[in-house]
Every structure is written in C-alpha cells, then in structure tokens.
C-alpha cells in the first residue's frame, strides 16, 4: 500500500491526512514534500480558513519508519540529514502557515508524529489516544522539533522525563498539562476537530491570522518588543474590513459575516 499525504476539502476546511495502511500511518519522504507545497497553496487560497491535520482509520501517526531507518544505516549520513531537513520543513510550514492548524488524534501520536501534532496551534484528542516521543527506547534522539516544543510547554523537569523515558501519555493527561487542547470520546478527535474549524471559519480571518503569527513570535520576545507587535497588529487590523464588518455587526446585534 502507498504512504501518502491526502488532502480533502470541507467547505472552508482543508483536511490533511496522514495514510499509510498497513504501518500505522508511518512518515515517507514524500509525504514531507506534499505536505509542504499543500500548505503554501493554502496560506494563498482565501477559501480556506482551518486546516485540519489527522491520520487515517482513527490512528494519528506511528511516526518514521523504524525500517527505512536501519536501511538508512548503511548510507551517507546526508541521506537520513536531508530526509530530517524535509520533515522539519513540514513542520515549519504548520508553524507559518497563517491559516490555524488543528491536530485530530486518535490512536496514537508517536516520534514525529507527536512532533506534528505539537507543531499544530490546537489538538483534539481522543480519551484514550497516546503520546509518546519514544526515541529513546530504541537509541535515538527526538526530531520534529519534539524536544523543543515540549521544553517550551513544560518546566524543564516533566520534558525531560517525557522525553527520557519514552512512555506513552494518554490524552488526559497531556489536557492537564495544558498541551493537549480538548478530550473527546474514542474515535470523535476528527469530528470534534472539524466543529471547532467550523467555528474558526466564522471568525474574521485576519485577527485568527495577525494573533497566530502574535502567539508563535511571543514567547522569543521581550514585552517592550512584543508591545510593539500588539500596536501595529491592532491598528492594521483597525483600519482592515473585517473590523469595519465585525463592529458594524456587534453594534447592529447581528453575526458577522467575513468575506
């Protein structure tokens, strides 16, 4: 069977999916690629207001291919670098895609594929869905950005022993500790991820854009620097027409409606 990257629409929803039968939706090269060039179409196509990320037949992603791997072995270790710059640039692309990324998971989210979901700005999860970065139980070090976004969620204590024990976390657990967005019953993560981007959808797709690009740049800020970027994102967003739109329709007691 093909691992694959597909991309379906839902109204105002894009929807990736991460397939590979038979291997627990594990990563390919290819799907990188396609992933990449998916989300730079989207971030120019004003259609779209959401992108929804999951994995098929209610598995999330086993992440990379422990096979591939060991093949990788007795390659040039450019092969595997170049292979972990594509997957890396997956993840810069949720990062800066305007667009919100909300993570479906169900099943299980492991190695890079935990990584995905973290790179995402929301996560939908399923009671009994799994976490785990377990690189270390076979020898190897995260990628995906895994360590650095664990390290940027939680005191340095918890990321450490998530990453040094490699254990699986369930989902409620990762909603306590304020990683995992919202917990729904077994099987629903899509459909409960798909409402919420309905909802998205409604909102007025520059403030969603101007306060994803706010949050992604806070943290590496100062306040005076990041005082500056709240400034020119309201007055921008003042004198844009979704304001004009969205306090015509608060005033008139009415929904907005954006173009």
């Given at each position: 069977?093909t ?6 629409r839902?109204?105002?929803?894009l929807?990736l999916?991460i397939?590979?039968?038979g291997a ?8 990188y ?11 120019r196509d004003e259609?779209i ?6 994995g098929a037949?209610?598995?999330f992603?086993a992440g990379?291919?422990l096979n591939?791997l ?7 270790k450019?092969v595997?670098a170049?292979?972990?710059d594509?997957?890396?640039g ?5 990062r800066d ?10 099943g299980?989210?492991a ?9 995402c700005d ?11 970065m377990?690189?270390v139980?076979v020898g190897?070090?995260?990628d995906g ?5 664990l ?5 340095r ?6 990453l040094?024990?490699?254990?699986p976390?369930?989902a ?6 304020g990683?995992v967005?919202?917990?729904?019953p077994d ?5 409960a ?10 909102l ?7 306060i994803?690009s706010l949050v992604?740049e806070?943290k ?5 620097t990041?005082f500056?970027a709240e400034?020119h994102?309201?007055?921008e967003?003042l004198h844009?027409?979704?304001?004009q739109e969205g306090?015509s329709a608060?005033?008139e007691?009415r929904?907005?409606h954006?173009?």
């Open positions: 069977m691992a694959e990257l597909k991309a379906s839902r109204d105002a929803l929807i999916t397939s590979n039968p627990r939706n594990a990563l390919s090269p290819d799907m690629a396609a992933a990449i060039e998916t989300l730079s179409t989207a971030e259609s207001r959401a992108v929804i990320l999951t037949d209610n598995f992603c990379g291919n591939r060991l093949e990788n072995r007795a390659k040039e450019s595997q170049d292979s972990i594509n997957l890396h997956w993840i810069e692309a949720i895609c305007p667009k919100p990324v909300i993570a479906a998971v169900d299980a989210a190695g890079a594929g935990f990584s995905l979901a973290l790179a929301m996560i939908v999860a399923g009671n009994g869905a799994k976490f785990v377990a690189y139980q190897l070090t995260p950005g895994g360590s650095w976004f390290s940027q969620a939680l005191p204590q918890l990321a450490t022993e998530i040094m024990e490699g254990k976390i369930l409620p657990r990762l909603h306590q500790l990683i967005n919202r917990v729904v099987g629903g993560a899509l459909d991820a798909l409402s919420w981007g309905d909802e998205v959808a409604l007025s797709p520059n403030a969603v854009e101007r994803k992604r806070a590496g800020n100062s306040l005076a990041h500056e400034r994102s309201f007055v967003s844009h027409r979704d304001a306090i608060f005033l007691k929904k907005p954006y173009k």
